[in-house]
Nanobody
């Protein structure tokens, strides 16, 4: 079975950094699109970023552009979300999601991923 394991959340002060990891198992990790999402209390998930293995492209929500970077390490079956200059409004539960095969995601608005991991809490104090 395909599983996504998100980790790396925690408590950090405003202006600080965290790197989230999304480790994938149960599938050959060579053709994929992986997205990061977050859920604020009482709200639906919103897209943060996505990365495509097909062409290496990445996309970011305007709210995180210039502060967050997503990357992948195929040898480790892992995608990362490096978050810098964190703000209190970044506080949320963060999720990774994935689709495999010949797939290309070109918008953080796309939520049609086949697999979702559990969330990891990120809390940014002011």
């Amino acid at each position: 079975d395909v599983q996504l394991q998100a980790s790396g959340g925690g408590l950090v002060q405003a202006g600080g950094s965290l790197t989230l990891s999304c480790e994938v198992s149960g599938v050959t990790f060579d053709n994929y699109a992986i997205g990061w999402f977050r859920r604020f209390p009482g709200e639906e998930v919103e897209g943060v970023s996505c990365i495509n293995s097909a062409d290496g492209s990445t996309y970011y929500d305007d709210s995180v552009k210039g502060r967050f970077t997503t990357s992948s390490d195929n040898a480790k079956n892992t995608v990362y979300l490096e978050m810098n200059n964190l703000k209190p409004e970044d506080t949320a539960v963060y999720y990774c999601a994935a689709s495999f095969g010949r797939v290309l995601v070109t918008s953080t608005l796309d939520r049609g991923y086949h697999y979702w991991g559990q969330g990891t809490q990120v809390t940014v104090s002011s």
